[in-house]
């Protein structure tokens, strides 16, 4: 069996760098795929998809997201990291006070990650670029949207953190070996 190792959270938090840094270390790893979907969306001409049609975009990635999660089920590696997972997709309907379907909640009730990983939003990394809008503040609020998630899905997050990527990655392989 592979426990998945989610990190999650809001913008600019270091979830991505660490991934990438994990990967270089010869770590199994999935990366983010809301950027995926957000670029096919604007080749389409839709600049920014999660806000003109939040609905239809939360059901794609939510989708993405348990193909990803199942995928990793029948991966060879014992640890498998994510990049963001379906408790991200919840954590941003909450901020956004968006209405959770019914499929939504069974999604991240049958869907468990063996063990999640908060980074928070970081001002010293925050940059706002063609995927991400969202300001530093606006990555604060998200954050709490987060916390909020996870304690109604009763999980467990361990908060990384801030320092180098060294002692970020240092700090999660501790936390799970």
Known sequence: MTNRILLCGAPSSGKTTLINALKEL???????????IIQEAQQKGIEQPFLENPKAFNKALLQKRIEQFQRVENSSSKTVFLDRGIIDVIAYMK???QVIPAY???????YRYDKVFLLPPWDKIH?????????????KEIHLAFIETLSAYNYSATEIPFGTV??????????IL
């Open 166 to 175: 060294k002692e970020r990655i240092s700090f999660l392989l501790k936390e």
């Open 95 to 97: 901020y956004g006070k």
């Open 104 to 110: 939504f909640d069974t999604a991240i009730r049958q």
């Open 26 to 36: 010869g770590y199994s790893c999935e990366e983010e795929i809301s950027r995926e």
């Open 127 to 139: 940059v706002i670029d063609q995927e991400r809008y969202e300001s530093y503040e606006i990555s």
